[in-house]
């Protein structure tokens, strides 16, 4: 299924954390989004890969996805590798997205920063002829490169080169972060909340995922904003475009 927006996280949850607020305000625009996980989060402190592919199908669900696939990659052990290259290119030349969203370009998870350059790379690789792929139909595919790439602000406070308004679609955002209820037990307590406790797993770490968010808007003037950065720097044709 053709989808305008490609959000790419390399663990369930990523992308629902750091962009769920930027697919939901292009959902109402019009615009179609999918979703691709590269591995299970199997390697997470809490729950299983099992429990976690169960809970991103339902996050998907209440963000109004048009897919969630799931790449299988090892979590942790995730390599830079022509094979996985090709995993990621011929999603995307099935898919056919504008944008790609993809992981933080560096932070506390190493996988994150090495997810990013995965499927950045991928993204180019995608738009070579000579590289050859099969597609689920058995035919060759297409070449496809995406127009942009940009890479989600994650844990560490990078300095984003855009940031996009979600004050209308915070509550929803949280929602759908609560779906991983193995990963975060917020202000309940849940069938999870006598497992081994995390950095992620309390309280503060929703309020945290909030005061982010208001952090970012800030000095756009917004309530609440998500962060991206970018390896090419972005175009406007108006500059009145800009906040």
Not at 98 to 109: E, F, T, Y
Request: contains cysteine; negative net charge; proline residues 4%.
């Amino acid at each position: 299924m053709k989808v305008d927006i490609l959000a790419i996280g390399v663990h369930p949850d990523d992308v629902e954390l750091s962009s769920c607020g930027t697919l939901l305000r292009h959902a109402d625009l019009g615009y179609t989004f999918g979703l691709l996980d590269l591995t299970r989060g199997e390697l997470g402190s809490r729950g299983t890969g099992e429990i976690r592919t169960v809970e991103a199908y339902n996050a998907a669900k209440k963000m109004g996805a048009k897919f969630r696939e799931n790449l299988d990659l090892p979590d942790g052990f995730m390599t830079y590798s022509e094979e996985n290259l090709r995993k990621i290119i011929t999603v995307l030349r099935r898919c056919q997205p504008k944008i790609v969203l993809a992981n933080a370009l560096g932070d506390r998870h190493p996988d994150h920063g090495r997810a990013a350059k995965l499927v950045a790379d991928a993204c180019f690789y995608s738009g070579l002829v000579k590289i050859e792929t099969i597609g689920d139909d058995g035919q060759p595919q297409e070449k496809w490169r995406p127009d942009a790439v940009y890479h989600y602000i994650q844990d560490r406070n990078r300095k984003p080169d855009f940031v996009v308004d979600i004050s209308a679609y915070i509550s929803k955002k949280m929602e759908c972060i609560r779906c991983y209820r193995s990963q975060f037990d917020d202000h309940e307590s849940n069938e999870y909340s006598a497992e081994v406790k995390t950095p992620i797993s309390g309280k503060d770490f929703m309020a945290f995922i909030e005061a982010k968010g208001r952090s970012l808007g800030r000095e756009a003037g917004y309530e609440f904003a998500e962060g991206f950065e970018t390896a090419r720097y972005p175009g406007v044709s108006d500059l009145f475009d800009l906040k």
